[in-house]
C-alpha cells in the first residue's frame, strides 16, 4: 500500500514502471511466503518475462489495498484516496490477484532424506508474486492485525502503517515530528490572532 508516498513536491508512485516494479518485487521478494523456486529465478533475470503486465498487477492490487485499507481505517486524507471508487471494485480487484496464478506446496521426499516442503507456481511467476502480495493482504485484512492498521494523519502523509505499540500514532518519527510541529505553529498562530482581535 505505501508504494504510494508524499513528501513537499507532491505524491509519488513507486512502482509507476515496469523497472520500477520490479525493483520493488526483488526488495520486498525475500519476505514472500511461500517462496516458489521459479520466482527466485525470475526475479534474477535480467529483464523477467511479463515484467509490464506484472507491474499492471501489483499497481491494481496496490490501488485495491489502499481502498480497503481506507474503508479499514476510515481513513479522511484526500490525497490518500484510491483510484479504485468502489469497495466492491477493491474486493474484486483483490480476489482477482489472488486467484491468477496458483502457487501450491509440493512434498520432496528423497530416499534415505528428510521429506521437504518445495512450493510451485504456475508458469508466470511475477503474477505468482503479486498472487502472494494478494494473499497476505487477505491475511491483514481478516487477521488480529485489522484492528491495528491505521492512516498516518501527519501533515502531508499518504502512508498506512501497523500500530504495534500503544503510543504510536504516526508511521514514522518524522511525521511525528511534522504533527507536533504543525501543532505548535496553529497554537501560535491562535495566540497571535486573539492578541490582534
Not at 474486493?91 to 501450491?104: K, Y
Not at 491505521?150 to 504533527?179: D, I, M, T
Request: charged residues 25%; glycine residues 8%.
Amino acid at each position: 500500500m505505501n508504494t504510494i508516498w508524499a513528501d513537499r513536491d507532491g505524491v509519488h508512485d513507486a512502482i509507476a514502471d515496469p523497472d520500477e516494479a520490479i525493483a520493488w518485487l526483488r526488495a520486498v521478494g525475500p519476505r514472500l511466503t511461500p517462496s516458489a523456486p521459479a520466482v527466485g529465478a525470475w526475479l534474477d533475470a535480467e529483464r523477467p518475462a511479463g515484467a509490464e503486465a506484472t507491474a499492471v498487477r501489483l499497481r491494481g492490487l496496490r490501488d485495491a489495498l489502499r481502498r480497503l485499507a481506507a474503508e479499514a481505517t476510515e481513513d479522511p486524507r484526500p490525497d490518500a484516496q484510491s483510484t479504485i471508487a468502489t469497495r466492491d471494485a477493491a474486493l474484486a480487484a483483490l480476489n482477482d490477484a489472488c486467484s491468477v496464478t496458483p502457487v501450491w506446496a509440493t512434498l520432496h521426499w528423497p530416499s534415505g532424506g528428510d521429506p521437504t516442503r518445495i512450493v510451485r507456481t504456475g508458469d508466470l511467476a511475477g503474477q505468482a508474486m503479486v498472487a502472494m502480495l494478494a494473499g497476505q493482504a487477505v491475511d491483514l485484512f481478516t487477521g488480529d492485525m485489522r484492528p491495528q492498521l491505521r492512516a498516518c494523519l501527519a501533515p502531508g502523509c499518504v502512508l498506512y502503517f501497523v500500530k504495534q505499540h500503544p503510543r504510536r500514532e504516526w508511521c514514522s518519527a518524522g511525521c511525528g515530528n511534522r504533527a507536533r510541529v504543525a501543532r505548535h505553529y496553529q497554537r501560535h498562530q491562535a495566540v497571535k490572532t486573539d492578541a490582534k482581535s
